[in-house]
């Protein structure tokens, strides 16, 4: 069974850091770009950030200079390092994997093109 399983979510105080982990198992994760996308109470699930096959990362406005996206295809797992986090960025985290190519320079891939997805995990900031 292919899976995408988050980890590493919680409660952290605004300015402090988490990193989440996204496990792949039953696939190879270097077939797939990988994306986070987000969650909160009454809203959309928005995109946060994504890898390229080849490593290039991209990120929502929102995020950058705050969000580090990375990939280590030989543990078959990607991470998303969330520094300076703010009470805005509580939600429910999903990593999701996308078999075609992806733009690099272009804007993060919209939710229909991802092909799996995990279950979520929650991060909560406290202000």
């Known amino acids: 069974e292919m899976q995408l399983v988050e980890s590493g979510g919680g409660l952290v105080q605004a300015g402090g850091s988490l990193r989440l982990s996204c496990a792949a198992s039953g696939l190879n994760l270097e077939d797939y770009a990988i994306g986070w996308f987000r969650q909160a109470p009454g809203k959309e699930r928005e995109g946060v950030s994504c890898i390229s096959h080849d490593g290039d990362p991209m990120y929502a406005e929102f995020v950058k200079g705050r969000f580090t996206i990375s990939r280590d295809d030989a543990k078959n797992t990607a991470y998303l390092q969330m520094n300076g986090l703010k009470p805005e960025d509580t939600a429910i985290y999903y990593c999701?994997?996308?078999?075609?190519?992806?733009?690099?320079?272009?804007?993060?891939?919209?939710?229909?093109?991802?092909?799996?997805w995990g279950q979520g995990i929650q991060v909560t900031v406290s202000s």
């Open positions: 999701a994997g996308l078999r075609g190519e992806i733009v690099p320079t272009g804007p993060l891939p919209y939710l229909y093109e991802y092909d799996i």
